[in-house]
T-cell receptor, first 110, second 112 residues
Framework: QQPVQSPQAVILREGEDAVINCSSS?????VHWYRQKHGEAPVFLMI???GGEQKGHEKISASFNEKKQQSSLYLTASQLSYSGTYFC???????????WGLGTSLAVNP | DAGVIQSPRHEVTEMGQEVTLRCKPI?????LFWYRQTMMRGLELLIY????????DSGMPEDRFSAKMPNASFSTLKIQPSEPRDSAVYFC??????????FGPGTRLTVT
């Protein structure tokens, strides 16, 4: 099942914070976060693994609640360059098969 | 490194024609993924390879789709015959053991 992302879209002013959520109906092994700008390829931001290991972007943080099968991406002091669509990809096991959410569109205005 | 290379970048073809999409992964990466992206369905994993061997092809829509990886530096995704509903952006991505996937620029396929 495809994970559900919320909100679908958010508009911020530069400097504001945002939280993007990703929920799954299945037990998760890992959650991956990517950002895609219009007309470009997705770019890796963050991976969170079962057991707490986390690797990712220096200015973006995330959490992974294994019991609730949820992950949240925290964007603080947003910059114009943060604009784009954020996708979460989830895996149920220690493999490379990711199922992706439909994305959250983020627009940061001056 | 040049990153993941895909060709062509744009393809317009008529229904019923064969379409071949090509991908060159980042040198040294041992995983290769083919994705399809549409507005309605989002990003879908079609198939992925490890060390040139197909590991999971459960996302391949139907027998019209096939993918090969004859060596570590080249992969193809073929659609035969193509249909209008195949219109999408097709991405190839590669990765190492650390799970981070590097996506190519994509091929925008339009089937008329």
């Amino acid at each position: 099942q495809q994970p559900v992302q919320s909100p679908q879209a958010v508009i911020l002013r530069e400097g504001e914070d945002a939280v993007i959520n990703c929920s799954s109906s299945k037990a998760l092994y890992s959650v991956h976060w990517y950002r895609q700008k219009h007309g470009e390829a997705p770019v890796f931001l963050m991976i969170l693994l079962k057991g707490g290991e986390q690797k990712g972007h220096e200015k973006i943080s995330a959490s992974f609640n294994e019991k609730k099968q949820q992950s949240s991406l925290y964007l603080t002091a947003s910059q114009l360059s943060y604009s784009g669509t954020y996708f979460c990809g989830t895996s149920a096991g220690n493999n490379r098969k990711l199922i992706w959410g439909l994305g959250t569109s983020l627009a940061v205005n001056p | 490194d040049a990153g993941v290379i895909q060709s062509p970048r744009h393809e317009v073809t008529e229904m019923g024609q064969e379409v071949t999409l090509r991908c060159k992964p980042i040198s040294g990466h041992d995983y290769l993924f083919w994705y399809r992206q549409t507005m309605m369905r989002g990003l879908e994993l079609l198939i992925y390879f490890n060390n040139n061997v197909p590991i999971d092809d459960s996302g391949m829509p139907e027998d019209r789709f096939s993918a090969k990886m004859p060596n570590a530096s080249f992969s193809t995704l073929k659609i035969q015959p193509s249909e209008p509903r195949d219109s999408a952006v097709y991405f190839c991505a590669s990765s190492l053991l650390d799970h981070e996937q590097y996506f190519g620029p994509g091929t925008r396929l339009t089937v008329t």
